[in-house]
């Protein structure tokens, strides 16, 4: 059965559905209240009229400094790898086209490839492969 409300002498019907809804609506925010209440602490400020203001209180994990924490171990593969080096290529013929270059990353082997890196590469700038040669790294 239909529930009535009278606004202004006239009746406004509230179809079942609605109150479900609302109802379904109010449990949801209760739930939320628990939960934020839970999560965050119920210390709360009276600030009159029946409003409060909740302290909301951050839980953080205790910090660990490097000399409690165990001694890394150190790898023997580590020491190979100082030969290699990250290098930037950038495209050489969108500048004089007044495109944008575009670039790319890679790492390079110092002893295989003592100099300047040239590779094939996609711009997507003018939609097609063209030369990339490795930059000067500025620091």
Same mark, same amino acid.
């Given at each position: 059965?239909?529930?009535?409300?009278?606004?202004?002498?006239?009746? %406004?019907? #509230?179809?079942?559905?609605?109150?479900? &809804?609302?109802?379904?609506?109010?449990?949801?925010? $209760?739930?939320?209240? *628990?939960?934020?209440? &839970?999560?965050?602490?119920?210390?709360?400020?009276?600030?009159?009229?029946?409003?409060?203001?909740?302290? /909301?209180?951050?839980?953080?994990?205790? @910090? /660990?400094? #490097?000399?409690?924490?165990?001694?890394?171990?150190?790898?023997?593969?580590?020491?190979?790898? $100082?030969?290699?080096?990250?290098?930037?290529?950038? *495209? @050489?013929?969108?500048?004089?086209?007044?495109?944008?270059?575009? #670039?790319?990353?890679? %790492?390079?082997?110092? +002893?295989?490839?003592?100099?300047?890196?040239?590779?094939?590469?996609?711009? +997507?700038?003018?939609? #097609?492969?063209?030369?990339?040669?490795? /930059?000067? +790294?500025?620091?």
């Amino acid at each position: 059965m239909a529930e009535y409300h009278t606004i202004a002498d006239s009746r %406004v019907e #509230r179809p079942q559905s609605m109150l479900r &809804f609302s109802l379904a609506a109010n449990v949801l925010l $209760g739930l939320l209240v *628990c939960f934020a209440l &839970f999560f965050y602490g119920s210390d709360s400020q009276e600030l009159g009229h029946g409003l409060t203001r909740g302290a /909301i209180t951050s839980r953080v994990a205790p @910090t /660990i400094s #490097r000399s409690q924490m165990a001694p890394r171990s150190t790898s023997v593969q580590a020491s190979k790898k $100082g030969d290699r080096l990250m290098v930037t290529l950038e *495209c @050489t013929e969108a500048r004089p086209a007044g495109k944008i270059a575009s #670039r790319y990353t890679t %790492v390079k082997n110092r +002893k295989n490839t003592p100099d300047r890196m040239e590779m094939m590469k996609y711009n +997507k700038f003018l939609r #097609r492969h063209t030369l990339h040669r490795e /930059i000067k +790294k500025s620091k």
